[in-house]
């Protein structure tokens, strides 16, 4: 089934600097990729997401990129604010196990933290 | 406030108990996702409920079942509980399958449990 990692895995910043986090995954049909943010005691949300037919997306301040050849896909965020400062989830979507209906595999999380 | 709800948001309960999580998905959506998440598994997929029936299946243990009903709102039952079921519950909802473009989450702000 689809495998998604995810790196690193706790990140610290200045504020205005750029934070990049990286996902690699494993199920080459997987065709969409969305980010979440998950703050302290909150459900996730979504903040941007990107599909198979796309290599780049942009929303103001953040942007994701997708290399299907080498399968990985990355998030970008420019300008970091310290509310930024939160838990990011990649997620990929692609066969948990064969045969499988797709659903989200999540990575495993990034603790981004943005310095006053 | 992604407009899915979650009761109850705190749940302590003994192992062997049983109970039950309840979750509203977002005005339209049909489809509705369970999600675990701990410290040491993350965010793993449960399973799904489309329109009242189930649709798919992840990591779920015999002892929990779910099931959406006609108001489309679902329940997460967990019985036998076990220390190791301490978590938090996410519920998300989507419009449709989860497929093409209508594929984007939107989740809840969880159920925290623990099993003592």
């Known amino acids: 089934g689809e495998n998604v990692e995810q790196h690193p895995s706790t990140l610290s910043v200045q504020e205005g600097d750029s934070a990049v986090i990286k996902c690699t995954y494993s199920?080459?049909?997987?065709?969409?990729f969305p980010w979440y943010k998950q703050e302290l005691g909150k459900g996730p949300q979504l903040i941007i997401d990107?599909?198979?037919?796309?290599g780049e997306k942009k929303d103001q301040r953040i942007a994701v990129t997708l290399n299907k050849t080498a399968k990985h896909f990355s998030l970008h965020i420019t300008e970091t604010q310290p509310e930024d400062s939160a838990v990011y989830f990649c997620a990929a979507r692609g066969r948990i196990s064969s045969g499988s209906a797709r659903q989200l595999t999540f990575g495993s999380g990034t603790q981004l933290t943005v310095l006053p | 406030d992604s407009g899915v709800t979650q009761t109850p948001k705190h749940l302590i309960t003994a192992t062997g108990q049983r109970v039950t999580l309840r979750c509203s998905p977002r005005s339209g959506d049909l489809s509705v996702y369970w999600y675990q998440q701990s410290l040491d598994q993350g965010l793993q997929f449960l399973i799904q409920y489309y329109n009242g029936e189930e649709r798919a299946k992840g990591n779920i243990l015999e002892r929990f079942s779910a099931q959406q009903f006609p108001d489309l709102h679902s329940e997460l039952n967990l019985s036998s509980l076990e220390l190791g079921d301490s978590a938090l519950y996410f519920c998300?909802?989507?419009?449709?399958?989860?497929?093409?473009?209508?594929?984007?989450?939107?989740f809840g702000p969880g159920t925290r449990l623990l099993v003592l």
């Open positions: 998300a909802s989507s419009v449709s399958l989860g497929t093409g473009n209508q594929e984007t989450q939107y």
């Open positions: 199920d080459s049909a997987s065709n969409y």
């Open positions: 990107i599909r198979s037919n796309v």
